[in-house]
């Protein structure tokens, strides 16, 4: 059977990358979405919303830089920051969502309840009005695309004592600003992005703020050894080529000069591609330094007012324990459980597709450590290609075998099954089945420029837009502006330094010089 409409649930960046994508190939959307607003994670308006939290908090900035994280075909505003604030995001998904005409197909304040198959790969989504839960709607649709994320239920360990601690215990998706807590002593458990930008927000106010982490973490700047943003250094070809030991090796030396982990109490007991926490952050050191931080180590359990520790200290006089440990799998909406245990165990195929249900796919079911919108528009391209025919899956023993050996490789490095992927190897194999992976040699000589950016380059989300199916023909000047609209926005004073350029060249010339030189004693010492 044809698939014409596609249900979709959630209007954030994976379900507003998928409404597009579906529009590109001729199918209908239809899209659920539970606030009344889009950009899901970065819709600010709280006082809005209809699940009783907030996703982002005041203090907020994003981890990837707005080039490398900004859609294919739709770049940034030149005068945004280098690192944009939750409003900008906000504002970004909603420029996004009225440049291409993508309001009319999304239906807000509508809350999915329920999703059943009603056979022959159809579905049948029940919502219901935010508003007004006793407004109950049915709508049957050809195919359905999950984009509900990793990130709706909150994830919080069960700590003993809890149940007789009399301070706030809150997970960090409740918290706001870190001023809410002048004065106090806060507890933040969890050490990867949000914990580490909770606790440094908190310590600026708070009496004494203190992070505990079990297994320590990697303290990732955004700005990487002096050469911008770390995106547009390690997302790029080059560093594709290295083998991903040397990658690994590459990382941590880089890490370490910038951020010394032992001396701070952070240092991982687990390597960086092993499955270590990441905390993408540019202030910890400081406020550790400063005092106003403290790094201490798991949780064994709390008390009527305070904190005990592994290592046996504790903290008393706790004002506020915040949980920031991440967040459950749930897909409720979904009635099978065989289908929901699939998602939420992540058994699927490219982290997308059950292999037995191939009108159903989840985006945005993964970790990686790159731009998220990204690589969520890439998938979005490659369901559609498949719902629509133009694209087929492997053989259901080929996925299954797939899914097997990731799990495997998964189970390996982390313990348990993962949502981590490697994600320049991931992103660049969708790209190649989806056939908008550009080629150097299709360009060497009539564009010599775009050829060595593709095959050294920085690996911007424009170049899959360069060929291949719905290619955007400004595609190739925001390949080459990418560089310079990176500074664009911080570079606000023009600066005259007249010795630069002349050392820039001398220096180019005894390189070349200089590998001439070895180049020809190594040619005398093979002849002798």
């Known amino acids: 059977m044809a698939i014409k409409t596609v249900g979709i649930v959630g209007a954030g960046a994976s379900g507003l990358v998928s409404i597009k994508s579906c529009l590109e190939e001729d199918l209908q959307p239809i899209c659920f979405e539970r606030s009344s607003g889009v950009g899901g994670l970065w819709y600010t308006e709280s006082e809005k919303k209809k699940d009783g939290f907030n996703y982002s908090f005041n203090s907020l900035t994003t981890n990837t830089s707005k080039e490398m994280m900004c859609l294919s075909d739709f770049p940034y505003p030149e005068e945004y920051p280098l690192f944009p604030t939750p409003r900008q995001m906000e504002e ?128 990732l700047r955004r700005t990487f050894a002096g050469k911008g943003p770390w995106d547009t250094h390690i997302l790029s070809q080059w560093f594709n080529y290295m083998p991903e030991c040397f990658q690994e090796l590459y990382m941590e030396r880089v890490i370490r000069r910038a951020v010394n982990h032992e001396a701070l109490g952070l240092e991982s007991d687990i390597r960086l591609y092993a499955g270590a926490t990441i905390m993408i952050n540019d202030s910890i050191d400081n406020q550790i330094y400063c005092g106003k931080l403290k790094v201490k180590p798991g949780i064994e359990r709390l008390t009527k007012t305070g904190v005990v520790f592994t290592d046996g200290s504790r903290v008393d006089n706790v004002d506020a324990l915040i949980i920031a440990t991440g967040y459950n799998k749930r897909f409720p909406f979904i009635e099978s459980k065989e289908i929901r245990d699939s998602m939420e165990e992540l058994q699927l195929y490219k982290f997308i597709f059950n292999p037995d249900v191939p009108t ?9 450590l790159g731009p998220q919108a990204y690589a969520y528009e890439m998938q979005s391209r490659y369901v559609v290609r498949i719902l629509t025919g133009k694209l087929k899956l492997p053989s259901k023993d080929a996925m299954r075998k797939d899914i097997k050996e990731v799990s495997e490789i998964n189970i390996k490095d982390h313990g348990h099954v993962h949502a981590y992927v490697l994600w320049m190897p991931y992103i660049l194999d969708l790209a190649r089945r989806i056939g908008v992976l550009p080629s150097f040699w299709s360009y060497i000589f009539t564009s010599p420029r775009i050829a060595m950016k593709l095959a050294f380059g920085t690996m911007y989300p424009y170049m899959f837009r360069i060929q291949g199916p719905h290619s955007w023909n ?4 925001a390949l080459l502006a990418g560089p310079r609209k990176t500074v664009m926005a911080t570079k606000t004073r023009a600066s005259k330094v007249p010795y630069r350029n002349f050392l820039h060249t001398l220096a180019q010339v005894g390189l070349v010089f200089g590998v001439l030189f070895v180049a020809v004693m190594l040619g005398l010492y093979f002849k002798m």
């Not at 109950?136 to 004592?161: F, K, N, W």
């Open 474 to 477: 400004g595609a190739m000047d």
């Open 360 to 368: 159903l796919a989840a985006i945005g079911l993964f970790k990686g």
């Open 92 to 219: 970004y998904y909603q420029k996004y969502a009225d440049h291409f005409g993508l309001m009319k197909y999304v239906r807000l304040n509508q809350n999915v309840v329920n999703i059943v198959s009603i056979g022959s790969g159809r579905w049948k989504i029940k919502s219901e009005n935010a508003d007004n839960p006793d407004d109950v709607s049915e709508t049957e649709v050809d195919a359905l695309i999950v984009c509900s994320g990793l990130q709706s239920v909150p994830y919080m360990p069960d700590i003993p004592g809890a149940e007789e601690f009399t301070g706030e215990l809150i997970h960090s998706q409740y918290f706001r600003r870190g001023s809410d807590y002048a004065g106090k002593t806060v507890v933040v458990l969890g050490a990867a992005f949000s914990g580490g930008d909770i606790s440094v927000d908190c310590s600026r106010y708070a009496k004494m703020t203190y992070i505990s982490t079990r297994r320590g973490c990697w303290v």
